[in-house]
């Protein structure tokens, strides 16, 4: 199994624009989580879906933020428009049914720079 | 409610020598916990995990963990250090009841 991907790897963007970041989940997994990992910060959950269904988003930072996932298959973290404080490492991380939300799998992760 | 304390922010070994990384949990109901790992530039991996079964738990790369209810502690061992054990580590509590919760992460240092 080639594992959690996520894209890009990096993205440099400058303020006010658009960044879209993708994830694809490990195949038959149920559970989709993303994070955001700052040194100020340390590792924040933004949101998770449970078979495609948001079921918490409580750690969105604001309006700024949204994510889909409208298949099993793939899942998207939108800011618009970014700002230098959400520069940080994105992390996307899958979880099967049978092992429970503890266990996840996480992605190599999306280095974000907003210049 | 349920939350957990990782008790060092940074633990530094000689290469060879025992490592503690301690954690702390508070869960008001049967908790599930694990240990993460992160080395540099990479995502997380599971190290091992908890799930009310035997009370010592035993990882990958020679980590295990021992469940003590008593003392509400998971705390991490591995009996010799190795330089590619550097990295972080989260400790991390959930119940079927209550959401996922990260430690903030302790930093392992292995001196030559």
């Known amino acids: 199994d080639a594992g959690v991907i996520q894209s890009p790897r990096h993205e440099v963007t400058e303020m006010g624009q658009e960044v879209t970041l993708r994830c694809k989940p490990i195949?038959?997994?149920?559970?989709l989580f993303w994070y955001r990992q700052t040194m100020m910060r340390g590792l924040e959950l933004l949101i998770y879906?449970?078979?495609?269904?948001?079921?918490?988003d409580s750690g969105m930072p604001e309006d700024r933020f949204s994510a889909k996932m409208p298949n099993a298959s793939f899942s998207t973290l939108k800011i618009q428009p970014s700002e230098p404080r959400d520069s940080a490492v994105y992390f996307c991380a899958s979880s099967p049914r049978e092992e429970g939300e503890g266990t996840q799998y996480f992605g190599p992760g999306t280095r974000l720079l907003v210049l | 409610a349920q939350s957990v304390t990782q008790l060092d922010s940074h633990v530094s070994v000689s290469e060879g020598t025992p490592v503690l990384l301690r954690c702390n949990y508070s869960?008001?109901?049967?908790?599930?916990l694990f240990w993460y790992v992160q080395h540099p530039n990479k995502g997380l991996q599971l190290l091992l995990k908890y799930t009310s079964a035997a009370t010592l738990v035993k990882g990958i790369n020679g980590f295990e963990a021992e469940f003590k209810k008593s003392e509400t502690s998971f705390h991490l061992t591995k009996p010799s250090a190795h330089m590619s054990d550097a990295a972080e580590y989260f400790c991390v509590v959930g119940s079927s009841a209550s959401k996922i919760i990260f430690g903030s992460g302790t930093r392992l240092s292995i001196r030559p």
């Open positions: 869960s008001s109901y049967s908790p599930s």
């Open positions: 195949s038959g997994h149920n559970s």
């Open positions: 879906f449970n078979n495609n269904v948001p079921i918490d």
